[in-house]
Nanobody, 124 residues
Framework: QVQLVESGGGLVQAGGSLRLSCAASGRTFSSVAMGWFRQAPGKEREFVATVSWNGDSTYYADSVKGRFTISRDNAKNTVYLHMNGLKPEDTAVYAC?????????????????WGQGTQVTVSS
């Protein structure tokens, strides 16, 4: 019933920046945490970042901490991922997801709605 649509992916040079957006429709999402995940070819899907229902708490994977920032605008039903200092190893399909919980979680099992993903490619 919930649709999540990512946008903002593209090709960037190492050290560059990019902002991903995830727009939700079909149901309000202001009461649940949101997360970003990524998956590179041949690799398992990995957690990137999450933000609580009201935007007051965030949590990041060690690999992106200090470089990425997750935020949300509940009035717009949109969550963002600001990506700075991009590295070639950041290359992946990035997908946003809605959690069943209000609080932040990196655990895959709590996310039950997923976007289609957007490709981020970082050249060296």
């Amino acid at each position: 019933q919930v649709q999540l649509v990512e946008s903002g992916g593209g090709l960037v040079q190492a050290g560059g920046s990019l902002r991903l957006s995830c727009a939700a429709s079909g149901r309000t999402f202001s009461s649940v945490a949101m997360g970003w995940f990524r998956q590179a070819p041949g690799k398992e899907r990995e957690f990137v970042a999450t933000v609580s229902w009201n935007g007051d708490s965030t949590y990041y994977a060690d690999s992106v901490k200090g470089r990425f920032t997750i935020s949300r605008d509940n009035a717009k039903n949109t969550v963002y991922l600001h990506m700075n200092g991009l590295k070639p190893e950041d290359t992946a399909v990035y997908a946003c997801a809605a959690s069943q919980l209000a609080s932040t979680t990196s655990q895959f099992r709590w996310y039950n709605y997923w976007g289609q993903g957007t490709q981020v490619t970082v050249s060296s």
